[in-house]
């Protein structure tokens, strides 16, 4: 599957590439990563959650980067979800903010693990990683991912209100919302 999002910083080049080049900054921001831990200058560790409470780990390292322009990195060795990516910073036309241009690419292996990672990213991939730029934007602009009333243990909300994408209305509801 490839994934592709963009989004617009308020803040400098420099300081948005030096916040996602800390990698260990990464789950602060990105709802289904659990924990990424540096384990040499271009290698990581990662830990992402799935349902039904299991995770999904692997290891990456960074592939191809410039400085304040780009990352590129894939998974190495035998990963439970195969992946690779880049991720571009670029000054943006009002001269004061960064885009972020992401492009992910990931495959699903076969297997039980591959089979509940493939019900977790069905949710909706390409609103998840639109979620995950919002949340950056939000952490780089203010400081913290801005939590409302309905959802204030972020995260931990995922388990108490699991999301599930648009679905028509059964008979049963058409019918139990027409009586009231």
Same mark, same amino acid.
């Given at each position: ?8 910083? !308020?803040? #400098? ?11 260990? @900054? ?5 709802? &289904?990563?659990?924990?990424?831990? =540096? %384990?040499?200058? !271009?290698? *990581? &560790? ?33 990963? +439970?979800?195969? @992946? ?10 009002? =001269?004061?903010?960064t885009e972020v241009h ?6 699903? #292996?076969?297997?039980?693990? =591959?089979? %509940? ?5 069905g949710e909706e991939p &390409?609103?998840?990683? +639109?979620?995950?730029?919002? !949340? ?6 203010? =400081? ?25 209305? *059964? ?10």
């Open positions: 599957m490839e994934l592709t999002a963009t989004t617009t910083i !308020r803040k #400098p080049v420099p300081e948005v590439y030096a916040f996602w080049r800390d990698l260990e @900054n990464l789950p602060t921001f990105m709802a &289904h990563l659990a924990e990424v831990r =540096g %384990t040499g200058d !271009r290698r *990581s &560790h990662w830990v992402a959650s799935a349902p039904f409470g299991e995770d999904v780990e692997w290891d990456a390292e960074i592939t191809d980067e410039a400085p304040g322009e780009k990352i590129g990195w894939r998974s190495t060795g035998d990963a +439970d979800v195969p @992946n690779s990516g880049t991720v571009r910073f670029m000054p943006a036309p009002d =001269g004061a903010s992401v492009g992910l690419v990931y495959d699903i #292996p076969g297997g039980t693990v =591959g089979k %509940t990672v493939a019900k977790y990213f &390409h609103q998840q990683l +639109d979620d995950d730029l919002r !949340r950056l934007k939000q952490v780089l602009e203010t =400081g913290e991912v801005v939590r409302s009333d309905g959802a204030p243990w972020g995260k931990r909300a995922r388990k108490e209100f699991p999301q599930r994408p648009a679905q028509p209305l *059964s008979e049963s509801e058409l019918a139990k919302g027409a009586d009231e």
